[in-house]
């Protein structure tokens, strides 16, 4: 369980350096950077974040998202799983909305005028004023919120705006046959133990996914908790290219 105490260590920093990182990661800073024809930080790392997710699937959700810290930090509180599905389909209405904006913004400004990471964090700075503060606060207060109503990374399956865009980074790799960092099983050591299922933050069912060794989810984050909880060590990380599901 060695990896999961530096998975745990890097989202608790995470966290502590929210101060300076959140409007770089902001959507709202980008459209309002679009709006004034100016790529911002928080852009290019939406762009980043796709190319991550094609060599590496979603890990920066699993290592090093802060929001997904915030929410891991209140299992304790409520670790009931979270239903996915149709319902996971919600935060691709709202990505595909957001990007709309964003054309829209950028077409009415005339294009691409400059690029500033800097725009609108002062002095590098995200909380540097009381507005920004309030942000912060309603922004984590609303995770928290949804994570003791609702159980593990709610946000995560409905309202995250990333996601979509690590998801497609995700099935890029996939369709293309690159390599890249991914799950395998070899199904025919299972035990039914259940415990990958137990210990997923997504709530995922990974112990159907090892049966049927198609260990591809959109919503995996690559965290490695099914990995290591793995008894008989079933599942595993890979870095070749994905292979194709047995034909049942």
């Known amino acids: 369980m060695k990896r999961q105490n530096w998975r ?11 101060p300076v990182t959140m409007f770089y990661l ?8 679009a709006a004034k024809g100016i790529v911002t930080s928080s ?12 060599f590496a ?6 290592w090093i998202c802060p929001g997904g810290a915030v ?16 319902l996971d389909l919600i935060k691709y209405g709202i990505a595909a909305l957001w990007l709309g904006a964003l054309v829209f913004f950028f077409a009415k400004a005339g294009g691409t005028l400059s690029v500033q990471p800097l725009f609108g964090i002062q002095g590098g700075l995200s909380l540097a004023t009381p507005v920004s503060y309030l942000m912060f606060y309603v922004a984590m207060g ?13 946000f995560c399956h409905y309202g995250c705006l990333l996601a979509p865009f690590m998801t497609a980074g995700r099935f890029a790799a996939r369709i293309s046959g690159t390599p890249h960092l991914h799950l395998e099983a070899e199904s025919d050591r299972c035990i039914d133990c259940k415990l990958c299922t137990k210990n997923c933050p997504m709530s995922l069912d990974v112990n159907a996914m090892v049966r049927r060794e198609d260990m591809f989810s959109p919503e995996c984050i690559s965290c490695g908790a099914c ?14 290219a ?5 034909s049942r």
Not at 71 to 86: K, T, W, Y
């Open 8 to 18: 745990k260590a890097l989202m608790a920093l995470a966290v502590l350096s929210l």
């Open 142 to 154: 609303g995770m928290a919120a949804l994570s003791l109503a609702l159980g593990r990374r709610p």
């Open 242 to 246: 994905l292979k194709k599901p047995p």
């Open 71 to 86: 929410q891991e930090i209140l299992f304790p509180a409520n670790d009931r799983r979270v239903p996915g599905g149709r």
């Open 43 to 54: 852009l290019i790392f939406v762009v980043l974040s796709a190319v991550l997710a094609f």
């Open 26 to 33: 902001s959507p709202l800073l980008t459209l309002q950077g």
């Open 57 to 62: 699937g979603r890990i920066f959700c699993g």
């Open 227 to 240: 990995v290591d909880v793995c008894p008989k060590k079933v599942i595993f990380f890979s870095r070749g």
